[in-house]
Structures are given as C-alpha cells and as structure tokens.
C-alpha cells in the first residue's frame, strides 16, 4: 500500500522556519522524483521544488529560492522541506508527491496545513 505522510506543518511569525517531512512506504522511494507543491486558500495547487532521483538535482519556484531547500534521505524514505524567512504569503496546505519514472505514477500525501501570520 502506497503511503506518503506529511508532517511538521504548525503556526510560525513571519521570518520564522519550519521543516516539514514526508515519509514514503510501498513503492521504491529512491526511484521517484520527488516535489512539495503547495494550495494556498482559494488558490490551485502549485509546484514548489522538485528534487530527481538518481543525481538529487533540485529546481525551485521562485517565489521560494533562496528561502526554501528541498532534500532526501533515500535510506530512511523521507523527503524534506526546510523553510526559511517564511512569509505570510507562504501560508498554504503543502503536499508531498512522488512521481515513479519507470511507471508513470504519481502519489500524493493528505498535506500539512502552513499558516505564517503574526
């Protein structure tokens, strides 16, 4: 059974951090590319960093570059989101995706609710 559970979400002031984390099981992590999109209110979901399979190359949008990192740790199957300089416009339900190269699927984790607000 496929899974991705998404954690580390919370309440934080503007120019806080946050690490949200994403544990995968039933599928070979370490063969998926990996993402953190995000849903602000009344808004679609959005891509904000991808890191690949294989090399961890990563891509970011820009609204977040600079601020957020995105990492894996294929050992222990967990993808991670690190937040920096978070500001109100960050607020957001984010979502862990895996996406299998060799399958053509993708996952999605239930979200973490981000609220950045003073």
């Known amino acids: 059974q496929v899974q991705l559970v998404e954690s580390g979400g919370g309440l934080v002031q503007p120019g806080g951090s946050l690490r949200l984390s994403c544990v995968a099981s039933g599928f070979i992590f370490s063969g998926c590319v990996m993402s953190w999109y995000r849903q602000p209110p009344g808004k679609e979901r959005e891509l904000v960093a991808v890191i690949s399979n294989g090399a961890g190359s990563t891509n970011y949008a820009d609204s977040v570059k600079g601020r957020f990192t995105i990492s894996r740790d294929n050992a222990k199957n967990t993808l991670y989101l690190q937040m920096n300089n978070l500001k109100p416009e960050d607020t957001a339900v984010y979502y862990c995706?895996?996406?299998?190269?060799?399958?053509?699927?993708?996952?999605w984790g239930q979200g973490t609710q981000v609220t950045v607000s003073s």
């Open positions: 995706n895996a996406y299998q190269v060799m399958r053509g699927r993708s996952y």
